[in-house]
C-alpha cells in the first residue's frame, strides 16, 4: 500500500518555527521528486517548494526563501520541511507530494495543518 504520511503540523506564534515530515511507503521514494505544497483557508494550491531524487537540487516560492529548507532522507523514505520565522500567511493545510522522475505518476498524502496565531 502506497502511503505519505504527514506530522508536525501544528499551533505556533508568529517567529515561531516548526518542523514537518512525510513518511512515505509501498513505493521507491529514491526515484521520486518530492514537493511540499499548501492551502490557506479559501484559496488554491500553492507550491512551496521541491526536492530532487537525490537531494542534490532545491528551490522554494519566493515567500518562503531564507525561512523554510526542504531536506530528505532516503534512507528513512522521509521528507522534511523545517519552517522558521512563521507568519500569519503560512497558515495552511500543508501536503506531501511525491512525483516520479521519468513517468511524473505522483502521490498526495492527506495534509497537515499549519497555524500561526496572530
Known amino acids: 500500500e502506497v502511503q505519505l504520511v504527514e506530522s508536525g503540523g501544528g499551533l505556533v506564534q508568529p517567529g515561531g518555527s516548526l518542523r514537518l515530515s512525510c513518511a512515505a511507503s509501498?513505493?521507491?521514494?529514491?526515484?521520486?521528486?518530492m514537493r511540499w505544497v499548501r492551502q490557506a483557508p479559501g484559496k488554491g494550491l500553492e507550491w512551496v517548494s521541491g526536492i530532487s531524487s537525490g537531494g542534490r537540487v532545491t528551490n522554494y516560492v519566493d515567500s518562503v526563501k531564507g525561512r523554510f529548507t526542504i531536506s530528505r532522507d532516503n534512507a528513512k523514505n522521509t521528507l522534511y520541511l523545517q519552517m522558521n520565522s512563521l507568519k500569519p500567511e503560512d497558515t495552511a493545510v500543508y501536503y506531501c507530494?511525491?512525483?516520479?522522475?521519468?513517468?511524473?505518476?505522483?502521490?498526495w498524502g492527506q495534509g497537515t495543518q499549519v497555524t500561526v496565531s496572530s
Open positions: 509501498g513505493f521507491t521514494f529514491s526515484n521520486y521528486i
Open positions: 507530494n511525491a512525483v516520479a522522475a521519468i513517468s511524473r505518476y505522483e502521490y
